[in-house]
């Protein structure tokens, strides 16, 4: 069936390092594909998406670009802040509709 | 400032007994899904529906576990009874009539079983 793989966490950085979170995928036909964040204690939340093959999804300096040649969803951001500590979840949506998350990554960023 | 909103946000309880978590979806979303989240296993989906009919609920242990919707502006899971395993943060969230993938979050009940 459908589904999402990460790479493991947690990812621990220092302030203003370079942040790649590997993302790829299975799936039939062509999904859009999503990045949630989850911060400390709270809900899921949008972080950005994209929905056709080489689209580029941005939001809060971080980016994440749809390779359907290689079936990933890398994300990235070019310098991290404290206040990025979170869990990061890729996600796929399939063709019933169901929005599928991978496991999550922890990334935690030191001062 | 329109948001999914989960009762009760903890629960604690002893094996054996009942458990009903409830989610108020975003005025307007017609879909409403079940997540539960534990460290182990991640994030699974549990079940889901549309226009209040259930679409999927196969992540969903049938013996003990039932969700339902019974007007539009609730959804409920309920346990019955309840084990020491389903210890877990229940997360209930929705989203609008055509699926773009973004899902509007609860806070999550965090649930104890003893």
């Known amino acids: 069936g459908d589904s999402v793989t990460q790479m493991e966490g947690p990812v621990t950085l220092s302030e203003e390092a370079f942040l790649t979170i590997n993302c790829t995928y299975t799936a039939t036909g062509y999904p859009s594909l999503f990045w949630y964040v989850q911060y400390p204690g709270e809900g899921l939340q949008l972080l950005l998406k994209a929905t056709k093959a080489d689209d580029k999804g941005s939001n809060k300096g971080f980016e994440a670009t749809y390779r359907k040649e290689t079936t990933s969803f890398h994300l990235e951001k070019g310098s991290v802040q404290v206040s990025d500590s979170a869990v990061y979840f890729c996600a796929l949506i399939t063709g019933f509709q169901k929005l599928v998350f991978g496991t999550g990554t922890r990334l935690l960023v030191s001062p | ?114």
């Not at chain 2, 329109?2 to 979806?25: D, I, L, N, S």
């Not at chain 2, 013996?63 to 919707?69: I, N």
């Open chain 2, 1 to 114: 400032d329109a948001r999914v909103t989960q009762t009760p946000r903890h629960k604690v309880t002893e094996m054996g007994q009942e458990v009903t978590m409830r989610c108020q979806p975003i005025l307007g979303h017609n879909t409403v899904f079940w997540y539960r989240q534990t460290m182990m296993q991640g994030l699974e989906l549990l079940a889901y529906f549309r226009n209040r009919a259930p679409l999927d609920d196969s992540g969903m242990p049938k013996d003990r576990f039932s969700a339902e919707m019974p007007d539009a502006t609730l959804a409920t899971l309920k346990i019955q009874p309840s084990e020491p395993r389903d210890s877990a943060v229940y997360f209930c969230a929705s989203g609008g009539d055509v699926i773009t993938g973004e899902l509007f979050f609860g806070e999550g009940s965090r649930l104890t079983v003893l």
